[in-house]
């Protein structure tokens, strides 16, 4: 009843925009990988020169394996590129290693988003797992249980703040990205579209995220209304 009541109707346009986004994501990146950058920079090297010129020669920049698995950890400072970024010299891992760079230094300039996001990680994480099982439990046993809706509910609140976090620290590291690929030379004039586009596919996944949170925070806000 509780995956498939009338309200399961509220997630639908989230999930069309999900597939959406990664079909948008996969076909974009594909699309420009196959692109090779006239100057002739991997992923790795544009990643790595963005740090030393920006005086961030303490961010390590490392291989790991995975597709679009890339990301920065702030607690290690530590920039990872997937295979088919770090040895790329594609106009798609330059621009994902731009955007991840972006990170490292939304993180040297102390941006609030992204602090923020950081801290809630942990807390979001442990919360984030506990909020449907609980409040399912609560909803079955409304009886005696149904105060386990509400903190249900309060925890998948916080993964939806998350989430809504997330999109201006992306966006903010993508518009590093191209500013820093056009004016450091690593793209051409013409090539910085190409990229502009890989990063924006990307981030439709962001946006489609949080629509798919607040639409499911929406649901389980009625579902407690009706269980009163």
Do not use: C
Request: glycine content about 8%.
């Amino acid at each position: 009843m509780f995956f498939f009541d009338p309200t399961f109707i509220l997630l639908i346009p989230a999930l069309i925009l999900a597939l959406y986004a990664q079909s948008k994501v996969k076909g974009t990146f594909n699309k420009y990988s196959k692109v090779k950058s006239l100057r002739g920079h991997t992923g790795a090297e544009v990643a790595r020169s963005i740090m030393d010129t920006r005086g961030l020669g303490d961010v390590a920049v490392e291989r790991v394996k995975g597709r679009l698995s890339d990301h920065y950890d702030p607690r290690k400072k530590v920039l990872r590129l997937s295979e088919s970024v770090h040895d790329s010299e594609s106009v798609a891992a330059l621009g994902v290693a731009a955007h991840e760079a972006g990170h490292a230094l939304q993180h040297a300039d102390a941006y609030g988003p992204l602090i923020l996001r950081s801290s809630l990680v942990p807390v979001v994480g442990f919360g984030s797992n506990l909020a449907l099982p609980m409040f399912l439990i609560g909803f079955i046993f409304a009886t005696n249980l149904g105060w386990l809706m509400d903190l249900g509910i309060i925890f998948f609140a916080g993964a939806v703040a998350f989430s809504l976090i997330t999109l201006p620290v992306e966006f903010n590291a993508s518009s590093r990205a191209l500013v820093i690929l056009k004016e450091g030379g690593y793209l051409t004039e013409q090539e910085v579209p190409h990229a502009r586009a890989v990063l924006n596919a990307a981030a439709w996944t962001y946006v489609a995220a949080a629509t798919m949170a607040i639409s499911q925070l929406v649901r389980l806000l009625i579902l407690r209304g009706v269980r009163n």
